[in-house]
């Protein structure tokens, strides 16, 4: 059974940060592309950072500079570092796994960023 569990989400003011990690099992995790993605209300799901199995990593604009993606094959991990966060970052933050066959979400953590 393929299980991916995202945690470190939470209540956080403008400026700060937050440590969002995703613990996956029943997958070769180092075969997988890992990804971060998130969905504010009203608004369409759009990817935020990607970490493909070679370490490549890719951004969305938004968050560049600010957050960084990691992965820990060893753990079956992946992580994201979120620093000098913004209103505007205020979602459900999913993990994804991706290979050429499949295709697998976690349930999703709330990052909320206000004072």
């Known amino acids: 059974q393929v299980r991916l569990v995202e945690s470190g989400g939470g209540l956080v003011q403008p400026g700060g940060s937050l440590r969002l990690s995703c613990a996956t099992s029943?997958?070769?995790?180092?075969?997988?592309?890992m990804g971060w993605y998130r969905q504010a209300p009203g608004k369409q799901r759009e990817v935020v950072a990607i970490?493909?199995?070679?370490?490549?990593?890719n951004y969305v604009d938004s968050v560049k500079g600010r957050f960084t993606v990691s992965r820990d094959n060893a753990k079956s991990t992946v992580f994201l570092q979120m620093n000098s966060l913004k209103p505007d970052d205020t979602a459900v933050y999913f993990c994804?796994?991706?290979?050429?066959?499949?295709?697998?979400w976690g349930q999703g953590t709330q990052v909320t960023v206000s004072s």
């Open positions: 029943g997958i070769i995790f180092r075969f997988y592309v």
């Open positions: 970490v493909d199995s070679g370490g490549k990593i």
């Open positions: 994804n796994a991706q290979s050429s066959r499949d295709d697998f």
